[in-house]
């Protein structure tokens, strides 16, 4: 790689990074380009976490802080990412004797000598220049110009600030809403709907896509196989599309419990690695639609008979209670109208989208 003359030898950058934003990608992009070496060290103190939100003390965990530095650098080689362990130190502002003991043990572990340090907090000028009288401190964007937002206000308000978060982050702080339901109660449809409302991402309903595109729309064809196949995907492209989502929120189309209700209903016996999946995904809010709507024939649909409907039904709702639904985050819409649906699950998705559980 041709190397550029840069201004330091060794850069250093200190931070907790809860979460990892566009403020501090600026500051690591800036001494990364005056630097030969940059080492971010990520600061985790278990005694602060706990004062947080439910919801952030579930996201903000150390190996998902370190995940997201390394996931969004790991293409820039001289930028080095470790971490400090400070919980069982005094907090801020009385420890920075304590922090600077910690921060100088990892430094000569590695070994690592910084010329210089660079943050973008004026209040922790004096004590760096106090406990680091030998690396020179460069303020970065102190007034928050180049990008105005602090890790704090995001924390306070995700959605608000939800632009400031590298899709590493929004993928795992992302509300997850999922549309569930028997045969034609309009699932695909409601999910779309919600994503346009929201203008965020959706996954879809990857069986249909499966049947389509690998069985030439024969379901028939559905083996145990497949529907294991068809959960795997669909969570895969789950992921992918968390990434992607925008306003703090993502819809999907069906779940692993539902590919699992398909499977019963069609091959007879419920399948163990569906089964697995089933209980252990987790969504922020799972929207059930109830079957008082018309059915509608689509060309793959099978349970279109009275008699079949029920038998459906019937499984679902003994699934449903086996699956534990009744200890999710599950509200159930039995609207008569596909508009009153629509303004049902909007009215919910809001209410989803301010908890900070």
């Known amino acids: 790689m041709k190397q550029y003359p840069t201004q330091f030898k060794k850069g250093l950058i200190i931070g907790k990074f809860a979460p990892l934003n566009l403020g501090h990608i600026n500051l690591i992009n800036y001494a990364s380009t005056l630097c030969e070496e940059v080492l971010v060290i990520l600061s985790y103190d278990e005694k602060w976490l706990k004062t947080l939100s439910a919801r952030d003390q579930r996201v903000l965990t150390l190996k998902n802080r370190l995940r997201w530095l390394k996931q969004v650098y790991q293409d820039i080689s001289h930028i080095k990412i470790i971490f400090i362990d400070e919980t069982a130190i005094s907090s801020y502002p009385e420890g920075w004797q304590a922090f600077s003991v910690l921060i100088r043990n990892a430094l000569e572990h590695l070994p690592y000598s910084p010329d210089v340090l660079f943050s973008s907090e ?3 000028d004096k004590f760096y220049n106090e406990y680091f009288p030998e690396i020179k401190h460069i303020l970065v964007d102190v007034d928050h110009t180049n990008v105005p937002i602090s890790a704090n206000e995001i924390r306070q308000n995700l959605v608000e600030y939800w632009r400031y978060l590298p899709s590493v982050v929004r993928q795992d702080y992302v509300k997850r809403v999922c549309i569930i339901g028997v045969e034609s109660t309009g699932k695909t449809t409601l999910t779309k709907y919600l994503a346009k409302q929201f203008n965020t991402a959706w996954v879809e309903e990857y069986g249909r896509s499966y049947c389509e595109n690998v069985l030439c729309g024969d379901e028939f064809l559905l083996t145990s196989e497949d529907y294991v196949k068809i959960a795997a995907h669909r969570k895969c492209l789950e992921e992918t599309a968390a990434k992607n989502a925008n306003n703090g929120v993502l819809f999907c189309d069906t779940n692993s419990f539902i590919t699992q209700f398909y499977h019963c209903l069609h091959q007879g016996y419920e399948h163990p690695v569906l089964q697995s999946f089933a209980l252990t995904e987790k969504y ?42 009744d200890k999710k985050p599950v509200m159930r819409i039995n609207a008569f109208t596909y508009r009153e649906r629509l303004e049902k699950a909007i009215s919910l998705v809001r209410d989803t989208l301010k908890s900070r559980d």
Not at 295 to 320: H, N, P, Y
Request: proline share 4%; net charge neutral; with cysteine.
């Open 122 to 124: 004026l209040a922790h």
């Open 284 to 325: 922020d809010l799972i929207l059930i639609l109830e079957p008082n709507v018309p059915w509608v024939s689509d060309g793959l649909r099978k349970c279109g008979e009275e008699t079949q409907r029920q038998k459906a039904i019937t499984l679902f709702q003994g699934m449903l209670a086996k699956y534990l639904y």
